[in-house]
């Protein structure tokens, strides 16, 4: 994240005189002058000519852009305290630009901007908690500094803010708390919460449930291209919530996020081609859009790619990338998943026979399965068991054992 001079110019007044000379080529883009004059003021020991300067070689400013050159500029003024500088370095350590990636030391220059009450460094500074990125994740440190920035009106800290509280993380669940975040934030145009207002409205967390409402801050993100609003609108209009059900309309909005490589509407897009939802069928193109979202370790879609080459829809019938597929899913902790590829291995298919491998798969399936579908689970039950007939006792022991070990090694599964 890199902010312009006229920011750094706001936080801190330039001098007068010579160093004003410098800013107004600078401002004009005249780049060559700007160097010529700020260049020997940074010598001279200027944190904001330093801070400047650094802007230009990061940016490639009149000079050629180099990193390295900008961290070690901008370090100087940050060791000054200026709080810009610290921001800026803070980011280039968090992204790992002319410095090693590090998220401590990130840390270690974002705090000292945030304690200046600057508030990208905040905001950064809460995400740092929020993940748990060069400290132990800590959600109430993260709240914390997501509001001292959204209390100074930052959007992104408002709309993480509300985040916050429609989790319960590091505060109390508050769904009328969330919204007040999102609206603030949304207000601003800023999509992520527009979006997130939208689903308040549309399941009625927090706000009694308004379709138009929902409808309403979809489009809003939408029109700014956010894929998440996108699909959410592709939704609406696939399920019928507040409109008309139009598969057409709800497939040109999963194409437009889709496109955007959002996994989700990649997933949903194939389905529609799988199904014939609004497009001619096209296994082959189902696959496509499977296959992308599954590249990215999306999980309901390396299950149906799984499908695909398991019964030859759109690809030559291939068990073993069907089991390649499932078992990817599988361990995800996809009870569909875990079941199939029990299955692949009670019948060698794709795999090698072994009734172990499909009793752990079948198994952990039979317990994965959520309380909506019990038809998922009694079939696996119902196979588990058949397999348990052909098993010897220690078989079964192994089997149990290997189960115990996955959910030991999966335990949010």
């Avoid at 069928?281 to 992308?292: C, G, N, Q, T």
Wanted: aromatic content about 12%.
């Amino acid at each position: 994240m890199k902010f312009g001079l006229a920011l750094c110019l706001l936080i801190q007044p330039a001098v007068a005189g010579q160093f004003e000379d410098g800013v107004a080529a600078y401002s004009r883009g005249d780049y060559a002058a700007a160097l010529r004059i700020i260049g020997p003021l940074a010598d001279q020991g200027s944190a904001q000519a330093q801070f400047i300067l650094g802007n230009m070689h990061d940016n490639g400013l009149g000079v050629g852009r180099d990193y390295v050159e900008a961290a070690k500029l901008y370090r100087l003024a940050a060791d000054q305290g200026y709080a810009s500088a610290q921001f800026i370095l803070g980011d280039m350590y968090d992204k790992g630009l002319g410095v090693p990636q590090d998220y401590r030391s990130a840390m270690k220059w974002y705090r000292l901007a945030a304690d200046q009450g600057y508030v990208s460094a905040q905001v950064n500074l809460g995400f740092l908690y929020d993940n748990g990125l060069g400290v132990p994740k800590d959600y109430a440190e993260a709240v914390k500094w997501y509001r001292l920035a959204a209390e100074q009106g930052d959007a992104s800290a408002q709309s993480n803010l509300g985040l916050m509280y429609v989790g319960g993380q590091g505060v109390p669940q508050d769904y009328a708390e969330s919204v007040k975040w999102y609206q603030l934030a949304a207000n601003q145009g800023y999509a992520s919460a527009e979006n997130n207002l939208g689903s308040m409205y549309e399941y009625g967390h927090g706000v009694p449930q308004n379709y138009t409402e929902a409808l309403k801050w979809y489009l809003a993100a939408a029109n700014q291209s956010y894929a998440p609003a996108q699909f959410n609108l592709g939704s609406i209009h696939e399920n019928g919530r507040g409109v008309p059900q139009d598969y057409a309309e709800a497939v040109r909005w999963y194409r437009l996020s889709a496109d955007q490589a959002y996994a989700p509407a990649q997933f949903i897009l194939g389905n529609m081609y799988d199904n014939g939802l609004g497009i001619p069928k096209d296994y082959a193109e189902a696959v496509k859009w499977y296959r992308l979202a599954a590249d990215q370790g999306y999980a309901f879609a390396q299950l149906n790619l799984g499908n695909m080459y398991d019964n030859g829809l759109g690809v030559p019938r291939d068990y073993a990338e069907a089991v390649k597929w499932y078992r990817l899913a599988a361990e995800q902790g996809d009870a569909s998943a875990q079941s199939n590829l029990g299955l692949m291995y009670k019948n060698g298919l794709g795999v090698s026979k072994s009734y172990t491998e499909a009793l752990k798969w079948l198994s952990l399936a039979a317990a994965g399965f959520p309380a909506p579908d019990t038809e998922g689970r009694n079939r696996a039950v119902n196979n588990r068991n058949q397999i348990v007939k052909q098993m010897t006792p220690d078989q079964i022991t192994e089997a149990q054992d290997q189960e115990r070990v996955w959910l030991i090694e999966h335990p949010k599964r």
